[in-house]
């Protein structure tokens, strides 16, 4: 059965760091896109930062030069590394994954409605 677990969200102060976990089991991540996601209350669930099967990677606007993605094939892990934290970044961080394996093109990554399979969640607050 395919799942994805999410861990280490927590409460950082800004300009903080944290890195993200995203466990995948029942599949192996190295062919399939992978991808973050976050919502904060009241707004809609936007993507963060994808990586693909040949490790392309894709980040949201607000995040490029802060956050990094990257892949771990050999632990079936991929992590986000969070630096530089603003308050703007608080919200509950989702790893996902298509139906389907490959890569997902142009921006089509960002779009949760092409995934199929979600984890479930690890909150992340930025605050003094």
């Known amino acids: 059965q395919l799942q994805l677990v999410e861990s280490g969200g927590g409460l950082v102060q800004p300009g903080g760091s944290l890195r993200l976990s995203c466990a995948a089991s029942?599949?192996?991540?190295?062919?399939?896109?992978i991808s973050w996601f976050r919502q904060a209350p009241g707004k809609e669930r936007e993507g963060v930062s994808s990586?693909?099967?040949?490790?392309?990677?894709y980040y949201a606007d607000s995040v490029k030069g802060r956050f990094t993605i990257s892949s771990d094939k050999a632990k079936n892990t991929v992590y986000l590394q969070m630096n530089s934290l603003q308050p703007g970044d608080t919200a509950l961080y989702y790893c996902?994954?298509?139906?389907?394996?490959?890569?997902?093109?142009?921006?089509?990554?960002?779009?949760?409605?092409?995934?199929?399979?979600w984890g479930q969640g690890t909150q992340v607050t930025v605050s003094s």
């Open positions: 996902a994954t298509p139906r389907g394996s490959g890569p997902l093109y142009g921006n089509t990554w960002s779009y949760p409605s092409n995934y199929a399979y």
């Open positions: 029942g599949f192996n991540l190295g062919y399939y896109t």
């Open positions: 990586v693909s099967p040949t490790d392309r990677t």
